[in-house]
């Protein structure tokens, strides 16, 4: 069966800090990793990875996809209380209907 | 409109009541998801819709859930006779065709079952 793992769960740092969030997967038909970001209800995105090695980078956010050990790691840097979020990790797959399987989150406290 | 809306944005039934969950999605976008997302944990794919054909539904629990979009555009989500293990937030998204996986998300409605 198809899984997605995040670690760690949850984590709390303070402000300025830098932070590496994790995702590993186990996927028949892997076509793409997204990262998403959510605060409150609705997820949004940040994200997408197909290729190994190529970081993708959103001012302090970055993110890099290792096809062959089929992790995604998501780092940001100078952590600002608006940073507090849950960060989802999905994987798309190909021929699955376009569907998305989610990590249950990485819940991320920044505080002052 | 800008961006996804869900009504109601939260939902109390009682055990054996039906609710419908309605998802408008952005103009345009020709394909839309229904996720469930139980507390603490990522969002579940239920079902896919590509304009009013609904490609997938592997994911809806069981035959109490049903859902439509009949005109290609807004979607409803159909749970019958509810139980309390459908308490859960639902999440729609949509996304242009050839951009599935950069799917917008509605806020969601929070559904308790009592």
């Known amino acids: 069966e198809d899984k997605v793992v995040q670690s760690p769960l949850s984590l709390v740092v303070h402000e300025g800090d830098t932070v590496t969030l994790n995702c590993s997967y186990e996927v028949t038909n892997f076509r793409s990793l997204l990262w998403y970001k959510q605060e409150k209800k609705a997820p949004t995105f940040l994200f997408m990875l197909?290729?190994?090695?190529i970081e993708k980078k959103s001012g302090r956010l970055s993110s890099i996809l290792d096809k062959k050990e089929l992790f995604s790691i998501l780092n940001i840097t100078a952590t600002q209380t608006g940073d507090s979020a849950i960060y989802l990790c999905a994987v798309e797959e190909t021929g699955g209907g376009n569907k998305l399987t989610f990590g249950t989150g990485t819940q991320l406290k920044v505080e002052l | 409109g800008a961006g996804v809306s869900q009504s109601p944005r939260y939902k109390v039934a009682k055990r054996g009541q039906d609710v419908a969950l309605r998802c408008d999605p952005i103009s345009g976008h020709v394909s839309l998801f229904w996720y469930q997302q139980a507390l603490g944990q990522g969002p579940e794919f239920l079902t896919y819709f590509q304009n009013e054909a609904q490609l997938d539904k592997s994911g809806l629990p069981s035959d109490r859930f049903f859902a439509e979009r009949p005109e290609g555009s807004v979607s409803t989500l159909k749970i019958q006779r509810t139980q309390q293990e459908d308490s859960a937030v639902y999440l729609c998204?949509?996304?242009?065709?050839?951009?599935?996986?950069?799917?917008?998300f509605g806020p969601g409605t929070r559904l308790t079952v009592t």
């Open positions: 998204a949509s996304s242009l065709r050839d951009r599935v996986y950069e799917q917008y």
């Open positions: 197909t290729s190994s090695g």
